[in-house]
């Protein structure tokens, strides 16, 4: 299996279990507890039908979108993810290239493998700085200054993490930063040699936003261990409330998923929010959000930018989530995997592919501007 063979999410989720070891595969591709979320986060696109007009003249479709005061040439963005180095040699720096190419925004996260600096001077189109709340305040002030200072477009704080998933796939394996592996994981390791190779022949592991404020020499963290001694579980909605102030500029919440919580983000500033459950990998049992998406629209939407992400693998889940009011979608594992079977050819491809759908879909739609998309075209079973 190739590249060229990749259509499609599967496609591109195959090519990754084949080509990377097993434990990072199943760090990308787990959720928490039984994973229910995770399921649920694409089935519910399935509860929902499109409904298409015809003859309305669609030669040309216009798909860009302006959001958080970004204009974006098609209505879906890479969402902040960690590690991506891991995942391949190229890390980011891949996943930045590609979104440039194709005019969307690309998300840096706390837990990334290439600078946001860096990242901010090579690839000219709109980034997103996503932010962890850590205990120390000092990091927190640093990291908000090094965004501004980098020229970050968008500040996201995710809080949807306030202590660590439990994502069982990584105990089983022993997936931490750096290896610590059981044999099992070892022998995965020694199965995938191209990866292993690319891994040690390239610029090593390095969490550069992170780097000054967190000594990893000593021993091995593990991302719920990162989340649970680091991440600060008393933050509350003043002390948000402050850094929306001290950032002034466009600042989204992630993790959002009740209309009383939209609200309050919209009067403490926010200019948007992003409905998500984390991939499924945070609280298991939790709703999809796009089941949610209506009526925190309802409630905020023309207020404040709404935006989701969770189970996106098609063009019309994107349409679907556009129709309800969603001003753009983020995709993770979409591209993720992308990356992982083959750095920044991969993320091209699937973003290419993700574009064409969405195109092709709008002509089907017989919608040639986003605006078109309503409620009116879908029915809910
Ligand atoms: C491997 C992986 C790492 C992630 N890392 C982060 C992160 O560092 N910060 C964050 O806010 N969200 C992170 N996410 C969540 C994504 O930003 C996004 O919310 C989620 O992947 C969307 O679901 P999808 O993968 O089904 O598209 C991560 C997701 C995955 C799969």
Redesign the pocket.
């Known amino acids: 299996m190739r590249l060229r063979d990749c259509f499609n999410f599967h496609d591109f989720r195959e090519l990754a279990r084949r080509r990377v070891p097993g434990p990072i595969f199943n ?2 591709d787990g959720g928490a507890d039984d994973e229910v979320t ?1 399921r649920r ?2 089935a519910g696109f399935e509860q929902c039908d499109l409904v298409p007009s015809i003859l309305r003249g669609v030669e040309t479709v216009d798909i860009s979108v302006s959001v958080m005061g970004q204009k974006l040439a098609m209505p879906f963005y890479c ?5 991506q180095r891991l995942f391949h040699h190229q890390g980011e720096r891949a996943v930045a290239a590609a979104a440039a190419k194709f005019g969307t925004m690309f ?1 840096v ?4 493998t290439v600078s946001m600096e860096e990242l901010r001077k090579k690839y000219e189109t709109p980034q997103v700085y ?1 932010f ?1 709340f850590h205990k120390d305040r000092g990091l927190n002030r640093d990291m908000l200054q090094r965004a501004k200072q980098a020229g970050v477009d968008v500040m ?1 704080l ?1 809080v949807d ?1 306030i202590t660590g998933g439990n994502r069982e796939r990584d105990l089983r394996t022993g997936f931490a930063i750096p290896f610590k592996l059981t044999p099992g994981g070892m022998l995965q390791f020694a199965i995938k040699p191209m990866w292993a190779i690319n891994y040690v022949t390239h610029e090593s592991f390095k969490l550069p936003q992170l780097d000054e404020h967190v000594d990893m020499s000593g021993g091995v963290m593990s991302i719920g261990r990162y989340f649970t001694e680091m991440l600060d579980p008393s933050m509350k909605w003043d002390d948000v409330a402050e850094m929306v102030r001290a950032w002034n500029g466009q600042f989204c919440l ?2 959002i998923m009740s209309v009383s919580d939209a609200k309050r983000a919209a009067e403490i500033g926010c200019t948007g929010i ?1 409905l ?1 459950n ?4 945070q609280l298991d049992g939790s709703r999809a959000a796009f089941d949610q998406l209506a009526e925190i629209v309802d409630a905020v939407g023309d207020r404040i930018d709404v935006m989701m ?4 693998q098609r063009g019309s889940h994107v349409l679907k989530a556009l129709s309800l009011g969603a001003k753009a979608v ?5 591209y ?1 995997f992308a990356l992982a079977a083959a750095g920044q050819a991969g993320v091209e491809r699937a973003l290419g592919l993700m574009k064409a759908e969405i195109e092709r879909d709008m002509k089907l739609m017989g919608c040639s501007t986003i605006k078109q998309l309503t409620r009116s075209n879908l029915r809910f079973r």
């Open positions: 760090y990308i995770l986060n694409t969402s902040p993810t960690a590690l998300g996260s706390s837990l990334g996503q962890y996201m995710t993490s992630k993790g992003i998500s984390h991939g499924g990998r992400d969770g189970g996106i983020g995709v993770g594992r979409f993720l």
